[in-house]
């Protein structure tokens, strides 16, 4: 018997590719196996401290020592918790990926 589950949609690199989103917010540019910019985290915005990793899906920022994934990019950059981040980036998701 098949079990019943919730279906909850899910966000992850295969859905959205995380430094497409952050180089709408972030100028980034290649160094070696990393993307480097300017930290967009209000508090922080140093040059060239943000780095992100294409291959691992992560980022962070050796400033301000924030880091995590795609949905704790969304939380710090709108200040809000991860629970709102995965929301809005589910609104921002292209239909088919629903
Ligand atoms: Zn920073």
């Known amino acids: 018997m098949a079990k019943k589950r919730t279906k909850k949609p899910k966000i992850s690199y295969l859905t ?3 430094r497409e ?3 709408r917010y972030v100028a ?3 160094a070696d196996m990393y993307w480097k910019g300017d930290c967009p985290f209000e508090g922080c915005e140093s040059d060239d401290t943000f780095m992100l990793s294409d291959h691992l899906h992560i ?5 301000c020592k ?5 949905v704790g ?18 609104e921002e ?6």
């Open 16 to 18: 959205i590719d995380l």
């Open 21 to 23: 989103y952050v180089s």
């Open 28 to 30: 980034l540019s290649q």
């Open 59 to 63: 980022w962070h920022c050796t400033s």
């Open 66 to 70: 924030r880091n995590g994934d795609i």
């Open 73 to 90: 990019f969304v939380a710090h950059k709108d200040v809000c918790s991860r629970e709102e981040a995965y929301k809005k980036l589910l």
């Open 93 to 98: 998701l292209p239909i088919s990926c629903k």
